[in-house]
């Protein structure tokens, strides 16, 4: 597979290379029915590697751009979208894509590297060492930065970014059963613990963790 690079502008202020995801697939392989009846929380995952093109559909699946107008899979209280995802792709992970975090840039449908090398360990021991969490192949970390909603909706916002993680974290369970795979999810950790492990700027609050492969 050929990757596409490209060239943006973190906040940090130096250039990244940013991976271009395959696009993704807008016909799946179960029905919505179908995907509800076998969802699943896994807490057990084989040693298999996901292809880039799993990985695009399951981010776009989860908060992808669906509409030339910007707006998304997950609904956002005023289309203030105060979430960010990101991606813990362990050694031999992924296909084509090296260890380490990267951030879902949504609307240039891409992963922008974010720290290099297996982090998985890192954030285990933050999620009070949940050791069956590092056999997945993937994490997605789905973060929050409350004031994008709370500067329009006062303290409210923040039950509203709450609601959306739930949207997006169900949205993920369905795009992964779709695509053969399965997901657990984690909610228990130390929180600076975890942003310390992903390198979030500040502001930005971990909120959920859901590791994502081939159910075991």
Request: glycine content about 10%.
């Given at each position: ?37 076998v ?33 998304r ?30 951030h ?34 993937v ?24 609601m959306?993680?739930g ?12 695509l ?37």
């Amino acid at each position: 597979m050929v990757l596409t690079i490209m060239l943006v502008q973190p906040a940090g202020g130096q250039d990244a290379e940013a991976i271009k995801l395959p696009a993704p697939a807008r016909k799946g392989t179960l029905s919505v029915p179908e995907a509800f009846a076998v969802r699943r929380t896994v807490r057990g995952f084989a040693a298999r590697p996901l292809s880039l093109a799993q990985i695009s559909q399951l981010l776009w699946g989860a908060d992808g751009t669906s509409d030339p107008r910007g707006l998304r899979t997950s609904p956002s209280a005023g289309a203030t979208y105060p979430l960010d995802l990101y991606l813990v792709v362990g050694e031999r992970g992924a296909l084509d894509l090296a260890a380490g975090v990267y951030h879902y840039l949504v609307a240039e449908h891409a992963l922008q590297p974010v720290a290099p090398g297996d982090l998985r360990p890192a954030v285990v021991r933050a999620c009070l060492n949940q050791a069956w969490m590092a056999a997945a192949p993937v994490l997605v970390v789905i973060t929050g930065e409350y004031r994008r909603c709370t500067g329009r909706y006062g303290q409210r916002g923040v039950r509203y970014t709450h609601m959306e993680a739930g949207n997006v974290s169900q949205n993920l369970f369905l795009a992964a059963e779709d695509l053969g795979l399965g997901a657990g999810i984690v909610g228990a950790f130390e929180d600076e613990a975890l942003a310390r492990a992903l390198k979030l700027p500040p502001g930005r609050e971990p909120l959920l963790v859901m590791p994502v492969g081939y159910k075991h």
